[in-house]
């Protein structure tokens, strides 16, 4: 069997089914990037079509590559924050043109993919002690468990304490109930039908978790309990044909980089920023989902992590190529692992659906952030459950793995919780006087003043 001599089911001890639903749940609980980078990336200037067709295709070129040269179930797109950082500070903050902030992007990705090449990269995952490869899987199911609470909206803003929880008196009051108070509720029902079928140990519950909500969501609009409000955000839940089947152009935006800037200390420091992002959230990705799925060996390191970063790397700049921000390993490739998902066929699966949403846009683009964040929650309970690998018995691991923990979800970054945790990991054991005893590689040491100089200088 080809598929069997491709990605080795066997010996990962998945099947054919399994790997095709793993797929099809990491896509669907990131399919939201098909909508947003276009929006986020359109306030920069760039052409909203153009950017949607980029998207798909760099996500689908990335994530077989990943497939092909490390046969791991790690699905890519561009990265949300690191688009963000592109359209608002970059372009609209900075008052760079779209096409200088995507040479940036490219040069970024001809570093990684020299740095990968070199074993830079992987020298640094290996670096990090054990522990604490086990608390950035557990801060990134918090991470995203927070991320799908905000997308549900269940959690919501407050200027008195930053967050709060979502009021269904005052939706009722302020007539918005109908738009958003129904979502919130249909996110929560979400869960508990999802948390269910993980219970009763059914196949693919994540998959079926997330397409229950919308089924529910579409009951809802056809009763007329759900009433879409474009305004506030709030869109039909049906797909929409009445533009038919069409692939928007990529020519506003392919080719497109001015290297104009490339040697003034400005792009520098623009390209070190995306560099520093894209490293660190790739390669917490990278240890979060692989240790969460037993891919680690007994040392810690991820057998063919250089085909992984390989193709993070190339994905960048392919990215770039074709007119958007950043390619990065996406965290939501958790809940395809969480499905079974242990080889590239799981990511293959994905790819190819990236690719069929440039033909199928309006069904995947209907896909709402509600019926998704059930999906995200969940999954930040099962990476949580990493937490139990844990030695809190040895301070001077726990407090650094505590830290790293918490850093993710409340400073909203991935790489803030490895920056964080690598300098207090390397600062309490050397003032304890636990550094020897710990063999602490040299590595750590170097990574913990380069991670102290960007809190200084950037």
């Known amino acids: ?44 200037g760039m052409d909203r079509g153009a950017v949607f067709t980029a998207t798909a295709l760099s996500a ?38 779209w096409q200088q902030a995507l040479s940036a992007v490219f ?8 740095l990968s090449l070199t074993n ?30 905000q997308n549900a909206k269940i959690v919501v803003n407050n200027d008195s304490t930053l967050v709060s929880v979502f009021s269904f008196k005052s939706a009722v009051k302020d007539g918005t109930f109908n738009s958003m108070g129904i979502t919130v509720l249909l996110a929560l029902i979400g869960i508990l039908v999802t948390a269910i079928l993980l219970v009763k140990n059914i196949k693919g519950g994540i998959l079926w978790g997330i397409l229950i909500t919308w089924g529910l969501g579409i009951l809802c609009q056809f009763a007329g309990l759900y009433v879409p409000n474009p305004e506030l955000g709030f869109f039909s839940l049906l797909p929409d044909f009445s533009n038919g089947i069409s692939v928007p152009s990529m020519a506003p935006t392919f080719m497109k980089m001015d290297f104009s800037i490339v040697f003034s200390l400005d792009f520098v420091v623009i390209m070190f920023a995306f560099l520093f992002v894209d490293m660190f959230d790739t390669l917490g990705t990278l240890i979060g989902v692989a240790s969460k799925a037993d891919m680690l060996d007994k040392d810690g390191k991820l057998p063919k992590i250089k085909g ?7 994905g960048t700049s392919v990215g770039a190529v074709c007119g958007t921000s950043t390619v990065t390993t996406f965290v939501e490739s958790a809940s ?22 440039l033909f199928l846009s309006p069904i995947f683009l209907a896909i709402p952030s509600f019926a998704t964040a059930p999906a995200l929650i969940v999954v930040g309970f099962l990476m949580l459950t990493s937490i139990t690998k844990i030695d809190f018995n040895d301070y001077t691991e726990a407090i650094p793995c505590f830290i790293a923990i918490i850093a993710m979800p ?6 803030e919780g490895i920056a964080m945790g690598v300098i207090s990991y390397v600062v309490i ?11 602490i590689s040299v590595l750590m040491y170097v990574l913990t003043v380069l991670f102290i100089l960007k809190y200084v200088f950037l």
Do not use: Q, W
């Not at 099947?15 to 986020?40: H, K, Q, S």
């Not at 040069?107 to 020299?114: K, R």
């Not at 409340?410 to 790489?415: A, C, D, E, L, R």
């Open 60 to 97: 689908f070129i990335a994530t077989c590559l990943m497939a092909l040269l490390s046969n791991y179930p790690f699905v890519l797109a561009p990265g949300m924050g690191l688009n963000a950082y592109f359209a608002y500070t970059v372009v609209l903050g900075m008052g760079y043109s």
């Open 410 to 415: 409340f400073m909203y970054s991935i790489s």
């Open 308 to 314: 992984a970063l390989l193709s993070d790397a190339v």
């Open 120 to 149: 830079v990269r992987e020298a640094i995952f290996n670096s990090i002690p054990m522990n604490l490869k086990h608390a950035v899987s557990v801060g990134i199911g918090l991470f995203i468990a927070f991320i799908g609470l």
């Open 336 to 357: 395809g692992v969480a499905e079974g998902g242990r080889t590239g066929l799981t990511a293959i699966v994905a790819a190819i659906l990236f690719g069929l949403s």
């Open 429 to 439: 054991n050397l003032i304890s006087g636990k550094a020897k005893e710990k063999k």
């Open 1 to 44: 069997m080809k598929l069997e001599k491709l990605f080795h089911l066997k010996e990962n001890k998945t099947d054919v089914r399994t790997e095709v639903i793993a797929g099809v749940t990491t896509f669907m609980t990131m399919a939201y990037i098909l909508a947003v980078n276009p929006n986020i990336l359109e306030a920069s």
């Open 107 to 114: 040069v970024e990705g001809l570093i990684f993919i020299l």
